[in-house]
């Protein structure tokens, strides 16, 4: 059995992912989900001290990930979702882990058109050049309208107090300008020699539209002739790893893993 550590992405702590290194411990894995740099050990402790996470980007962050993958046994499997589906997308790229899964991954550079949806999202960062070097943090209705479009109002906001906290915005502007920079850390080898990859898409997500993955197999499929395999859940929104429908996913992950002899 492989070793997963698993990436968190922007305004969910880490231990978000609690349920998640139990089911996968119970398949036979041993698990992590260690923080963002600057992240505090729990929800409370990082809410209290925005500053703690402020300024990281999305280099920092591989970096971050790297070092650990380095402290653990092989074969990695890294499982990454949101922000962390666009890390570990690199960390595979860079050959620090043997398969990763990326779901609801945040657009790499090449995705040319972004929706709507994921630009007012976005914008709760980049209305403020300030929160490049800062912390940001989500209202209750922006939680609702980026994670909880297709929750109840009662889980939606049991979410919202149970996980949130403050965010580096500087992946966000980092991801924005992806495009007009050839050396942007949110850009992935696509044609890169490494192990499978999973993209896995919400189909009514607005923070990361079904498009935008679909649009990263394309890329991958025209520049590589590795594993890159596609799921579309057609009903779930940003919130499918931690909501009511959460064992749904890791249930993917954790056959796919099996199948790619991991």
Known sequence: MSTVIFVHGLWLHATSWDPWIEHFTAAGHEAHAPGWP????????????????GGYGIDDVVRHYADHVATLDEPVVAVGHSFGGLVVQRLLAERHVAAAVAVDPAPVRGNIVLPPSSLRVASVALRNPANFRGAVSLTPSEFAYGFGNELDEAECTELYERWTVPSPGRPLFEDAAANLVPSSPAAVDFSA?????????????????ASLTRTAHKLYSRNSHEVTDLVELVDRGHSLTVDHGWSEVADIAIDWIKEAGL
Do not use: C, K, N, Y
């Not at 600057?38 to 996470?53: C, F, I, K, M, Y």
């Not at 020699?193 to 990361?208: F, I, N, S």
């Open 193 to 209: 020699e490494r192990g499978p990859l999973l993209l896995v898409a919400g189909g009514m997500d607005h923070t990361v539209p």
């Open 38 to 53: 600057g992240t505090l050990p729990t929800v409370e402790e990082t809410r209290a001290h925005p500053e703690s996470v």
